[in-house]
Nanobody, 115 residues
Framework: QVQVVESGGGLVQAGGSLRLSCVVS????????INWFRQAPGKQREWVAI???????NYADPVKGRFTVSRDNAKNTGYLQMNNLKAEDTAVYYC?????????WGQGTQVTVSS
């Protein structure tokens, strides 16, 4: 059974940093892609970043240069390092782990940025 658990969210002032974790069990992150999404109140869920099974990364324009996605294969965990946070980054953040053809979501972690 695959489980995906996010953690690391919290309340931070604008300009601050947080690192989100996505702990995975049941499949290896080394052969999976990890996508990060976020959903702000009253808005649709939006894609934030990806790290592919080959280690390639890509980011949505609003977070480019501020967020960094990575993974630790030994810990079977993905990470989203978020720097220079802005009020508009406030959202619930989710990771989605995909090993084709299946995808697995976590329950999300709340990030609140105060201005």
């Amino acid at each position: 059974q695959v489980q995906v658990v996010e953690s690391g969210g919290g309340l931070v002032q604008a300009g601050g940093s947080l690192r989100l974790s996505c702990v995975v069990s049941g499949i290896a992150v080394s052969v999976s892609s990890i996508n990060w999404f976020r959903q702000a109140p009253g808005k649709q869920r939006e894609w934030v970043a990806i790290i592919t099974n080959e280690g390639n990364t890509n980011y949505a324009d609003p977070v480019k240069g501020r967020f960094t996605v990575s993974r630790d294969n030994a810990k079977n965990t993905g990470y989203l390092q978020m720097n220079n946070l802005k009020a508009e980054d406030t959202a619930v953040y989710y990771c989605r782990v995909t090993r084709w053809p299946s995808s697995y979501w976590g329950q999300g972690t709340q990030v609140t940025v105060s201005s």
